[in-house]
């Protein structure tokens, strides 16, 4: 069974910087596809980047391109979602999510199996 432990997120100004973190357990991941969802209150669960466990493909909703990088650490089983220049709207719930599989619609919540217990993460502006 796999498990997805969050960690990171909490209060900050808007242009300031997070970091959140997904350690995965359970399985050899190397063929796993890893992505990071939000959700504010009242929003349905949105796509925000996704990467290969091989780290040779990644992809980004366009409001976080430049600003967001997901990126993962083989050898700790982690993936990162690291976030810069923060804006009030991009407050949420953030999920952390994993299926054993790359795919095209890695974009899609349906895609994934198995989902982290969720982070707050709070922008002020």
């Known amino acids: 069974q796999v498990q997805l432990v969050q960690s990171g997120g909490g209060l900050v100004q808007a242009g300031g910087s997070l970091r959140l973190s997904c350690a995965a357990s359970g399985r050899t991941f190397g063929s796993y596809a890893m992505g990071w969802f939000r959700q504010a209150p009242g929003r349905v669960r949105e796509f925000v980047a996704a990467?290969?466990?091989?780290?040779?493909?990644?992809d980004y909703t366009d409001s976080v391109k430049g600003r967001f990088t997901i990126s993962r650490d083989v050898a700790k089983n982690t993936v990162y979602l690291q976030m810069n220049r923060l804006k009030p709207e991009d407050t949420a719930v953030y999920y952390c999510?994993?299926?054993?599989?790359?795919?095209?619609?890695?974009?899609?919540?349906?895609?994934?199996?198995?989902w982290g217990q969720g982070t707050q993460v709070t922008v002020s502006s």
């Open positions: 990467i290969s466990w091989s780290g040779g493909n990644k």
């Open positions: 999510a994993a299926r054993e599989a790359y795919g095209s619609s890695w974009r899609l919540a349906t895609f994934y199996d198995y």
